[in-house]
């Protein structure tokens, strides 16, 4: 069956660390996958798009990788703000929709 | 300032009416918008895909006579939600692509309560 998957437990850092969040599908092959920040009771807001044919791509503090070998994106946020704590959701293109993993819930405190 | 805009914010009704909610493209004429539900700490599932001119297309469990869907023009598509029932409390949001940037813009959302 087709998977996404993120981290469902939250993601505690200290401000200044840098956060990393997980996102592995099964039996998609997208060809790009974006990275949306949601804040409670808002729509998502879009963050970073990454085609199948970039490895990396980078954006102030964000980065986001894409192996489609491992099926798997990381995300990067580099020094870390309190600002920053929101939930995070992956979503891949399936036949030109876009379908959105769980997301993962970061909290930075100071 | 906003690329998508969704009326109203939030709604509460009684089981049994029809809810109509906007979902308006501001920047820009927006042939196809599609319609996600997101039920509380849950994922957004896409519901449909509305087409400017024509029928919307639905995902596999969605009723379309229950979620009625009309985009009769560029920059508006309509979803109104029939018979509502308790269950048919969720977050209601609508997103369409800017295709020359593939960036896709989400509505603000509207938080529907069935009583």
């Known amino acids: 069956s087709q998977k996404i998957e993120q981290n469902s437990e939250a993601l505690n850092i200290q401000e200044g660390k840098t956060a990393t969040l997980t996102c592995n599908y099964t039996n998609y092959s997208p060809a790009y996958l974006q990275w949306y920040r949601q804040d409670p009771g808002r729509g998502p807001v879009f963050l970073l798009l990454?085609?199948?044919?970039?490895k990396e791509k980078r954006k102030e503090r964000l980065k986001v990788t894409f192996d489609t070998t491992l099926k798997q994106s990381l995300f990067h946020i580099t020094a870390s703000q309190p600002a920053d704590s929101a939930t995070y959701l992956c979503?891949?293109?399936?036949?030109?929709?876009?379908?959105f993993g769980t997301g993962t819930r970061l909290q930075v405190f100071p | 300032g906003a690329v998508v805009s969704q009326h109203p914010s939030w709604v509460i009704c009684k089981s049994g009416t029809s809810v109509k909610i906007e979902c308006r493209s501001l920047?820009?004429?927006?042939?196809?918008m599609f319609w996600y539900r997101q039920f509380p700490k849950q994922s957004l599932m896409l519901m449909a895909t509305s087409n400017e001119g024509s029928k919307a297309t639905y995902e596999q469990g969605v009723e379309k006579d229950k979620f009625l869907i009309n985009h009769a023009s560029l920059t508006l598509s309509t979803l109104t939600v029939t018979s509502a029932h308790p269950e048919d409390s969720s977050f209601y949001i609508c997103?369409?692509?800017?295709?020359?940037?593939?960036?896709?813009?989400f509505g603000p959302g509207t938080r529907l309560t069935v009583l």
């Open positions: 990454i085609r199948e044919n970039e």
């Open positions: 979503a891949l293109e399936d036949t030109d929709k876009l379908i």
């Open positions: 997103t369409t692509v800017r295709t020359s940037t593939d960036t896709q813009y």
């Open positions: 920047d820009f004429q927006a042939t196809t």
